[in-house]
């Protein structure tokens, strides 16, 4: 009788948390507000523009249909892009920025095999193309910059002044 009161105290402790940490690491951490364009991840608090960022502004559709092939930015382009929503204070924040480039890393979905390696539900229609991130490579802080190749999640390095897509972050 002890042993399965015991059994049965672990398994109503323990299954939860198993269940828990199985859809964290599912990628199961996004409050998806269809509103206002934004998705909240649950376990780092980043607040991520729903949307890839437009060349002419911000994506209103909430399904993220319009971007196009020439919605790139060099890097300069970039890091500025994200700070001018600081200027209306877009979505209620005043800290949007480029994302460090393992923030942007943290996006990447690499348990499916799938092309782009993202949640699509959370980020639809994300190109299986680079984005920038803030992150300066060590030997050339001033010329190259990371980026995230989400046709597979690579990370690698490239010329400031090539041209990639932008997803902009606000949060800690």
Not at 98 to 104: A, C, D, G
Not at 126 to 142: C, D, F, I, L
């Amino acid at each position: 009788m002890q042993k399965n009161k015991k059994i049965n105290i672990l398994i109503i402790i323990i299954l939860p948390l198993l269940l828990l940490a199985t859809s964290l690491l599912a990628g199961i951490s996004y409050t998806i507000n269809h509103t206002y364009g934004i998705v909240r991840d649950n376990t780092t608090g980043l607040v991520w523009m729903r949307c890839t960022l437009l060349k002419s502004g911000i994506n209103h559709d909430p399904f993220c249909n319009y971007t196009s092939p020439t919605d790139v930015f060099t890097w300069d382009e970039a890091v500025n892009a994200c700070n001018n929503l600081n200027n209306s204070q877009y979505r209620g924040y005043s800290n949007w920025r480029l994302p460090s480039v393992r923030e942007l890393q943290s996006l990447a979905d690499y348990a499916h095999g799938k092309t782009p390696s993202i949640n699509e539900k959370a980020f639809p229609y994300t190109k299986s193309k680079e984005y920038w991130t803030s992150t300066s490579h060590a030997n050339s802080p001033g010329n190259f910059k990371w980026f995230i190749n989400f046709y597979n999640g690579t990370v690698n390095w490239n010329y400031t002044t090539t041209q990639y897509f932008v997803r902009c972050v606000a949060g800690p």
